[in-house]
């Protein structure tokens, strides 16, 4: 009886330690995880640093990874080019779509979705 018992100990044990193991293996690949985010988010704020002396400066913010350019509208999207998205089926959708739309009429022709809005209110 006393040998049944310390031989369920010793195999307890060896699971234990096998446990132990998995969870060491596991908590090491989530360090390596987190030291490789840390390492790219060290980088991403560099960059943001970088930018904000830019601006603080005089410059103009320039999106990440280019230099300031020659030409002033690069980057620039034509207003015909900028619609917003159509409007599908669902009524759920509707008040999403319409501050979607208003705001994309107010961007092109501004103070024009504050007459709407007050248009609307009338009816």
């Known amino acids: 009886m006393f040998q049944h ?5 010793a195999i307890m044990r060896e699971e234990v330690i096998a446990m132990l193991q998995q969870f060491e293996a596991l908590v090491e690949q989530r360090v390596e995880t987190v030291e490789v985010a840390r390492v790219a988010l060290d980088g991403r704020v560099g960059n943001l640093e970088e930018r904000v002396r830019g601006v603080e400066l005089g410059g103009r913010p320039q999106p990440f990874g280019e230099r300031a350019s020659s030409r002033p509208n690069e980057g620039y999207i034509p207003p ?29 022709n501004p103070g024009v979705k ?10």
């Open 5 to 9: 018992r310390q031989l369920a100990m």
């Open 80 to 108: 015909k080019l900028m619609m917003p998205k159509n409007f599908g089926d669902k009524p759920e959708d509707w008040r999403a779509w319409k501050e979607d739309v208003l705001d994309w009429v107010n961007a092109h």
């Open 114 to 123: 504050d007459i709407l809005e007050e248009v609307a209110k009338w009816e």
